[in-house]
């Protein structure tokens, strides 16, 4: 079963604007991670967020992480064409450090 | 830097054929992973291998196989293929510095079965 559920399915934008996007999980975890795919492509990591963490950013990127909410969201500024892609969140909630993944927003930026 | 590589990156089977997806990794990292991607449903494990020589079932394996012939590589193997195993595989590595490290993944391959 999917851990984590992302929100919207499909994000269209102006190229220049922000860009949000939610991930919510079920289950206790260890740490989130966002990757993005970019079309025919396979995933490339962009963030990790660890459980004691609140907020974490790297360059355009901020993410945060309610763990009380069993969610987290990822942000995107000044979006750019090349951002078009679809964003995942995955979650590591064992001890076998395994990866389980959502279903994804696919971002579209608008020239 | 190859990182993960993927081969075949495109394939097309008849119903019951089998065929291997090869994966390598030069990054020496211990744990890789297989994964199928469907529309909608984002990544699922079939398998996965901690280190060299052992592997361990993900949430989907029924179908198939896998084997850790080495630390650089491990493959995915469907014995006897069904439409429904139709799907995009992806293959990742993961860095064994402490937790909270990154996996890498190959570019995939697609996989139709008829």
């Known amino acids: 079963s999917q851990q984590g559920e992302e929100d919207p399915q499909a994000l269209s934008i102006q190229e220049g604007e922000n860009a949000t996007m939610n991930c919510s999980y079920k289950t206790s975890i260890n740490n989130l991670q966002w990757y993005r795919q970019n079309s025919g492509r396979g995933l490339v990591h962009l963030i990790l967020i660890r459980s004691n963490e609140r907020e974490k950013h790297s360059g355009r990127l901020r993410v945060t992480l309610d763990t009380s909410k069993k969610s987290s969201s990822l942000l995107i500024t000044a979006s750019r064409a090349a951002d078009t892609a679809s964003y995942f969140c995955a979650t590591d909630a064992g001890s076998n450090e395994k990866l389980t993944f959502g279903t994804g927003t696919r971002l579209t930026i608008i020239p | 830097n190859a990182g993960v590589t993927q081969t075949p990156k495109f394939q097309v089977l008849k119903t019951g054929q089998s065929m291997t997806l090869q994966c390598a990794q030069d990054m020496n990292h211990n744990s890789m992973y297989w994964y199928r991607q469907d529309p909608g449903m984002g990544l699922r494990l079939i398998y996965y291998?901690?280190?060299?020589?052992?592997?361990d079932k993900g949430e989907v394996p029924n179908g198939y196989n896998v084997s850790r012939l080495n630390k650089r590589e491990f493959s995915l193997r469907l014995e006897s293929a069904a439409p429904s195993q139709t799907s995009v595989y992806f293959c990742?590595?993961?860095?064994?510095?402490?937790?909270?490290?990154?996996?890498?993944f190959g570019d995939g391959t697609r996989l139709s079965i008829l």
């Open positions: 291998s901690a280190s060299e020589g052992t592997t």
């Open positions: 990742a590595s993961r860095g064994d510095r402490g937790r909270d490290q990154p996996q890498h």
